[in-house]
């Protein structure tokens, strides 16, 4: 099982980026996916997921402006990221699954920093 994301960077508050993760070595599209975060000192939050059928879920924190969406046919989930804050700066990470155990998959990070 491999996830990579890529998108990551720096954005000025109130920018977007949109993160993509390429998963292989598994069912993806039976499998449920999310994106979750870890800001510094902080432990890992969940921000979005989005399930087998087409469902999804947003973290109070960025409910209106992150979009989460998948393309079965190439194996990747999205998460579009809008009106990004400084309490946006973390590593987001591509993970499979619907919460956060300690056992969970996930892949490398990207880093998402938000600073003027």
């Known amino acids: 099982v491999q996830l990579v994301e890529s998108g990551g960077g720096l954005v000025q508050p109130g920018g977007s980026l949109r993160l993509s993760c390429a998963g292989t070595g598994f069912t993806f599209s039976r499998s449920a996916m999310m994106w979750a975060r870890q800001g510094p000192g902080k432990g890992l939050e969940r921000v979005s997921g989005?399930?087998?059928?087409?469902?999804?879920y947003y973290a109070d924190s960025v409910k209106g402006r992150f979009t989460i969406d998948r393309d079965n046919a190439k194996n990747t989930v999205y998460l579009q990221m809008n009106s990004l804050k400084p309490e946006d700066t973390a590593v987001y990470y591509c993970?499979?699954?619907?919460?956060?155990?300690?056992?969970?998959?996930r892949g490398q990070g990207t880093q998402v920093t938000v600073s003027s």
């Open positions: 989005i399930y087998r059928d087409g469902s999804t």
């Open positions: 993970a499979i699954g619907r919460v956060v155990t300690p056992s969970l998959v």
